[in-house]
C-alpha cells in the first residue's frame, strides 16, 4: 500500500465526501438526480491500529448540482431540498461511522472496512471497499439503501415523483504517501 502509516486526519479542506440521488417515478422527468457535498464532516484513518472512525453533520448536505432535470435548480429548488433532508429525511440526526475491521485485500490491493454506520437514529453493518491508488489517493463509491436505516425515501408531488430507495455515497481522499 503507498499510504503511510499512522493517524490522518481528513475533512472537507482535504478530501470530498458526496451524496448522490436519483429519481423515479411517473413524475421522474420534472425531478433532478441530485450530487450534494456534505460540508461539515472529520474523519480519523488511524493506519497503525487500522480503524477508522467519521462523523457528519447532516444539516451541512448543500446541492451541488442537479442533474437530468427538465429546467436548472433555482436557489429556492436548493432551499427546499435542504429544508426536506432535514426535516423529513435525516430530522438532523448525526451520522456516524466506526470501523470493526480494516484490511488490504490481498486479491486487488483495494482497502477494506467492515464498521458500524449509524444514520437517521439506526446502526447498522456496513462493509466498504476503497480504492487505493500509489499516489497514496483513497476513494470508492458506497452504495446504500436508505430503507435500511428506517428512512423512508422522499416523496413529491403527491407520490409521483420520487427518490429512489438506493443512493451513493462518494469518497475522495488524498493519505500521505508512505
Known amino acids: 500500500m503507498a499510504v503511510a502509516s499512522g493517524t490522518h486526519r481528513l475533512g472537507p479542506d482535504n478530501?470530498?465526501?458526496q451524496v448522490k440521488t436519483y429519481r423515479e417515478g411517473m413524475a421522474a422527468k420534472v425531478g433532478h438526480d441530485l450530487v450534494m457535498d456534505v460540508t461539515r464532516?472529520?474523519?480519523?484513518?488511524?493506519?497503525t491500529a487500522w480503524t477508522v472512525e467519521l462523523n457528519a453533520d447532516p444539516r451541512s448536505l448543500e446541492v451541488r448540482e442537479g442533474v437530468r432535470g427538465l429546467k436548472p435548480?433555482?436557489?429556492?429548488d436548493r432551499g427546499e431540498i435542504h429544508r426536506n433532508i432535514d426535516d423529513k429525511v435525516l430530522?438532523?440526526?448525526?451520522?456516524?461511522f466506526r470501523s470493526t475491521a480494516v484490511r488490504l485485500s490481498e486479491a486487488d490491493g483495494r482497502l477494506v472496512v467492515d464498521g458500524q454506520l449509524t444514520m437517521a437514529g439506526t446502526t447498522r453493518p456496513v462493509a466498504l471497499q476503497l480504492d487505493v491508488g500509489a499516489d497514496g489517493r483513497v476513494g470508492g463509491t458506497i452504495p446504500l439503501t436508505?430503507?435500511?436505516w428506517g428512512i423512508k425515501p422522499y416523496r413529491g408531488l403527491m407520490?409521483?415523483?420520487k427518490v429512489r430507495?438506493?443512493?451513493?455515497?462518494v469518497l475522495d481522499a488524498h493519505l500521505?504517501?508512505?
Open 15 to 17: 478530501a470530498s465526501l
Open 41 to 47: 464532516w472529520d474523519a480519523t484513518v488511524d493506519l
Open 73 to 76: 435548480l433555482t436557489d429556492k
Open 91 to 96: 430530522h438532523g440526526l448525526p451520522i456516524a
Open 146 to 148: 436508505q430503507s435500511d
Open 159 to 161: 407520490g409521483a415523483l
Open 165 to 169: 430507495d438506493s443512493l451513493e455515497i
Open 176 to 178: 500521505p504517501a508512505g
